[in-house]
């Protein structure tokens, strides 16, 4: 479970004033937790924010059947508009709110990988939580009905020796939707319907079951 960002490059700063790393560190400790819980072995990956590069997270993940990265989205400077939150200056963009995934061809296992992240996406619409379509506009669909997308070029992605996803739980620049993603119960419901669809994907039997179904 790869916390992306640093402490040093901590990716966009929300509507609200924080950062991405840390969005993207709460989740990310729920998720390890429920896949405990689920009776799974799992670990975060740069759990500090001072991992030395990007190439080291998948290196970090060499033993690990799964490799997943999460992150928390954000919009360009265009559509981005100035506002004051307690006293501090601002911005955000309400045009857009929701999750979605990415895998990269590049992968040695794609198959797998768009298996996983469909298992996910497909419990997180179950549980009622809403995809993006926001980048659809750039990035080409791998499974348009739950907001997955080929990013070739991901480090993170391409250079994990085993299946691999990165999650976008959110954009932290829409006003409501930071407030959604910042409340601990449903970081908590997300958490477990991700750690779901992980166990689904990675257990043997479910990975059998999933594949028979396609
Ligand atoms: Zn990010």
Not at 200 to 207: D, F, K
Request: charged share 25%; aromatic share 8%; hydrophobic share 45%.
């Amino acid at each position: 479970m790869d916390v992306g960002h640093t402490l040093d490059a901590p990716g966009a700063i929300s509507a609200r004033g924080r950062t991405e790393f840390e969005f993207n560190r709460a989740l990310a400790g729920r998720v390890v937790a429920a896949l405990e819980r689920l009776g799974l072995r799992a670990e975060l990956i740069n759990a500090d924010g001072r991992i030395e590069s990007l190439q080291a997270r998948p290196e970090r993940a060499a033993q690990a059947v799964f490799l997943i990265s999460i992150h928390h989205d954000s919009v360009g400077a265009q559509y981005l508009t100035p506002w004051e939150w307690q006293g501090m200056a601002l911005d955000f963009s309400d045009l857009w709110s929701g999750h979605s995934l990415f895998v990269s061809r590049r992968n040695p296992d794609i198959a797998t990988s768009l298996l996983c992240a469909s298992a996910i996406g497909a419990r997180l619409q179950r549980a009622g939580f809403v995809p993006t379509e926001k980048n659809g506009r750039r990035r080409e669909y791998a499974d348009a009905q739950h907001a997955i997308h080929y990013y070739d070029n991901l480090v993170v992605l391409y250079r994990a020796q085993q299946p691999a996803v990165l999650f976008e739980a959110g954009v932290i620049k829409h006003r409501d939707e930071e407030l959604l993603l910042r409340d601990p119960e449903r970081q908590q419901r997300m958490a477990e319907e991700i750690a779901t669809g992980v166990a689904a994907c990675v257990t043997a039997g479910g990975l059998a079951g999933l594949r028979r179904a396609e």
